[in-house]
Nanobody
Framework: QVRLVESGGELVQAGDSLKLSCSAS????????VGWFRQAPGKEREFVGG???????DYLTSVKDRFTISRDNGKKTVALEMNRLKPEDTAVYYC???????????????????WGQGNQVTVSS
């Protein structure tokens, strides 16, 4: 069982930056792929970005030039750095993890096994 805890969400203004952190309890965290998803009110949960055990990352097209994912296996954390935030980035952000079985970045929620509780990010205009 892997426990994930997100932190860092808050109310910010458009154009601001924010860093979310996902802390994991996994013993061999370096072998896990981690993804970030978000869900806005009335919308489906969507993939934001992910990083695999090899350090390869992939992003939702609309955030690709603004968001960066990084991992620190020693601290068992994955960070989502968000720059130039827009009101449409407002959502509950979730991190998710799964044992890496293929050398790809997983993009769908079904591919992840463990989920955090979610963290609210609100961007005011």
């Amino acid at each position: 069982q892997v426990r994930l805890v997100e932190s860092g969400g808050e109310l910010v203004q458009a154009g601001d930056s924010l860093k979310l952190s996902c802390s994991a309890s996994a013993r061999t965290f370096s072998n896990y792929a981690v993804g970030w998803f978000r869900q806005a009110p009335g919308k489906e949960r969507e993939f934001v970005g992910g990083i695999n055990a090899n350090g390869d990352s992939d992003y939702l097209t609309s955030v690709k030039d603004r968001f960066t994912i990084s991992r620190d296996n020693g601290k068992k954390t994955v960070a989502l750095e968000m720059n130039r935030l827009k009101p449409e980035d407002t959502a509950v952000y979730y991190c998710a993890a799964v044992w890496q079985t293929r050398v790809v970045v997983f993009r769908t929620a079904d591919e992840y096994e463990y989920w955090g509780q979610g963290n609210q990010v609100t961007v005011s205009s």
